[in-house]
């Protein structure tokens, strides 16, 4: 029975998987001959099933990694179990990668392969010059990298990087395809790239239960599944609104769900709300009864398993049957406009206040960031009012307000427009760095997830260790110290303006999102390091972080009158091409991003200064009454002591 579900699990999923592929090809017709340029029908189903088999072992890798960094005991079989299944997945995902490249090369340039030179220089040139062809190298050399790492890393902490690192394998992939197309090609990257990370931690983390099987002893059991029940939950979440999102993108309205690629889009729902069924059942049923019941009733529980990955078998083939499908709204929207061939989206109307409240951008990635950060912070605070601890609704406030302010710059008009006027991006990364940072220090969100959450009684590693090894490791030591805070605050706004930095995030999502969460961290850590109550391994003294203050104030002033009164256009081939028919030109409103550096940065330090004063005060009144106390209680021996020393040199000769 043991090894029949070893086998089973796998057989089912890989069986399921291919046999949705080719159902969904037909319905999806995305393995129709081409009328120009056929490939050929080897190329046209083997494309589609590498891609599938590259979908699923980098999710058995991903899924596993997660699992051995949130929810496996380090000490115990079941880790260097996952790891060496891990390891095994990687390598089939980095074959499969190769084969992947290989069959898009033949189905771009319809090259029969052939052992010679021309054969060789081409795919060469397509590997290395090519977009396309640079994103398969990357999507294979990762999965290498990473086979390599799960064999020999055992470090908890590394193989958080080595997750990292295979969640990246999966980014080149969420630029291509589809997403690759014009038509809201940021919302494509994000929903896809979300879409594709979120699925493989949850499909590959129900694989691997049944690979550790074994290593797990029957009491580990109901422990692990919850760990990886409450992971499946957000994956949930996040899979669903991802899968939504892009889905919009490409079937708009009702009126095309019953395109063939809208019928695929339906057989994913359905797929997903059967998955969510069998997480219900493992959450509210499966886990307790696991607890209690005998090893032998513990098969009934993988059987359980196997019917779930069945159900993700089909998804997973629908999935990549859907990606060869097309698309009921072109992804190619023929306009000439200088903005459109710029940005690959229209240009938004004229920029007005009422504009301000009225034009959206809507972003998956932050509306999930802000949604999960709201849900966890409130579930916190319930969860310390549970037990009759004080939270100051003052902290939960700044939070939320700190939430409401992100959601509206990563969603709102300001989103809207960034990328065509230089001063609203400007008011973005003011906003960012310094006005959502003032808000959510006060909120201490550190605190309150190191008090909320409960603490693992084994070596693994869940939200709450990780925060402590972070608060506590070295880098945390460096970055606690105000100087660095300031330098690495106040220093990235030069570094990021005059460096090929800011066209990668102007025209880049992935960059424009990396950008983001720079300018969220940097001014975090900053304003932590002069106000924040959250733990930090260093804390400077009130008169050094007033001067750190003083000399942050001068450099950003420095830094908005250079640009107020500079003549040079920054990314002039882009704010300066835009052709926009409305608006003030180009180095006008640069020079009105200026003010608004100078004006938005100077408000919140002079805030921060004020802060820092009035907590050094209060910080003295603690001192003074503390001395009151000491004095009252050892009879004001620290007094006595002194007057006694006066006295002594007082009467040497
Ligand atoms: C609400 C349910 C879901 C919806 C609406 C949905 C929608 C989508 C859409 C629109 C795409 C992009 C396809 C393209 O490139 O045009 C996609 C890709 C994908 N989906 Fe889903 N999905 C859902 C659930 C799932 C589930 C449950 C799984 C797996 C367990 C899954 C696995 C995938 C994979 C692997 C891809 C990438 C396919 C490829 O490019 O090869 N999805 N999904």
Redesign the pocket.
């Known amino acids: 029975m043991p090894r029949l579900v070893n086998i089973a699990a796998p057989a089912i999923l890989l069986v399921v998987a291919f046999v949705s592929l080719f159902v969904g090809l037909a319905i999806g017709g995305g393995a129709q001959a081409e009328l120009l340029a056929d490939p050929g029908a080897i190329v046209r189903y083997g494309l589609p099933a590498a ?1 599938l088999l590259f ?1 699923i072992s980098a999710a058995a890798t991903i899924g596993s990694l997660a699992m051995v960094c949130f929810g496996l005991d380090a000490k115990r079989p079941e880790f260097s179990r996952a790891l060496d299944f891990a390891s095994a997945t990687a390598m089939v995902w980095t074959v499969s990668s190769l084969f992947t490249g290989l069959l898009t090369f033949e189905s771009v340039y319809l090259q029969p392969i052939a052992f010679d030179d021309r054969f060789g220089q081409l795919l060469g040139s397509y590997l290395i010059s090519q977009p396309i062809g640079q994103a398969a190298l990357v999507s294979t050399i990762i999965p290498a990298v990473v086979t390599i790492l799960c064999f020999a890393v055992r470090s908890q902490t590394t193989l958080f990087f080595v997750t990292v690192l295979s969640v990246a394998g999966l980014i080149p ?1 969420a630029l291509q ?3 690759a197309g014009s038509a809201g090609h940021d919302m494509a990257v994000s929903s ?1 790239g979300l ?2 990370v979120f ?1 493989a931690i ?2 590959g983390g129900l694989l691997l239960l049944v690979a550790i099987r074994k290593q797990l002893e029957p009491d580990r059991l109901p422990v692990v599944l919850g760990r990886f029940s409450t992971l499946a939950i957000f994956c949930f979440v996040v ?2 609104a991802s ?2 999102a ?2 919009q993108l ?1 079937v708009g309205d009702w009126s095309r769900l019953l395109t063939p690629y809208g019928i695929l ?1 339906i057989l ?2 359905v ?2 709300l059967g ?1 969510g069924l069998f997480g219900a059942v493992q959450r509210q049923f499966l886990i307790r009864k696991l607890a209690v019941a005998s090893q032998a009733k513990h098969r009934y529980f993988w059987w359980f398993v196997i019917a779930e990955l069945a159900v ?1 078998g089909f ?2 083939g629908i ?2 049957a ?2 060869r499908t097309r ?1 009921p709204i072109p992804q190619e929207v023929l306009t000439t406009t200088p903005a459109y061939i710029l940005t690959g989206e229209p240009l938004p109307p004229e920029l007005t206040p009422i504009r301000y409240l009225t034009e959206w951008k809507f972003d998956i990635l932050w509306i999930l960031i802000v949604a999960f950060l709201a849900f966890f912070y409130l579930a916190g605070v319930r969860r310390l009012r549970k037990r009759g601890d004080h939270w100051s609704i003052f902290k939960t406030a700044s939070f939320m307000i700190a939430l409401l302010v992100l959601f509206y710059v990563t969603n709102g008009a300001v989103n809207a427009y960034e990328k065509y006027l230089f001063s609203v991006h400007m008011l973005a990364h003011m906003t960012l760095g310094m006005i959502i940072p003032v808000l959510i220090a006060p909120g201490a969100p550190i605190t309150l997830a190191l008090r909320a959450i409960n603490k693992r009684d084994d070596d693994s590693r869940g939200v709450r260790e990780w925060i402590m090894l972070a608060v506590h490791s070295r880098v945390a030591k460096v970055l606690s110290r105000p100087v660095v805070a300031a330098i690495f605050f106040a220093g990235s706004l030069w570094v990021f303006y005059y460096s090929p930095l800011f066209r990668w995030a102007t025209e880049d999502h992935i960059g424009h999102t990396f950008m983001i969460f720079h300018f969220l961290i940097s001014g975090y850590l900053f304003v932590q390091t002069l106000v924040g109550t959250d733990p930090l391994p260093y804390r400077a003294p009130y008169p050094m972080r007033l001067v750190i203050l003083l000399a942050t104030l001068a450099f950003h002033a420095f830094f908005g009158v250079t640009l107020m009164t500079g003549t040079g256009l920054l990314l002039a081939d882009w704010y300066g091409a835009m052709g926009r028919p409305w608006g003030v030109d180009a180095i006008t409103d640069q020079r009105a991003g200026g003010g608004i550096a100078w004006s938005i940065g100077e408000i919140p330090t002079l805030a921060l200064a004020i802060f820092v004063l009035i907590m050094w005060s209060k910080s003295d009144a603690r001192l003074a009454k503390r001395l009151d106390r000491k004095a009252a209680r050892d009879g004001d021996a620290d007094l006595a002591e002194y007057n006694s020393m006066l006295a002594r040199l007082e009467r040497r000769p």
């Open positions: 891609q979908n992939m395809g589809h997403a896809l879409h594709l699925v949850w499909l899979v669903a899968g939504i892009n889905a490409r889009v994913k729902v797929a997903i998955l993700m998804a997973s999935a990549a859907l990606a698309t």
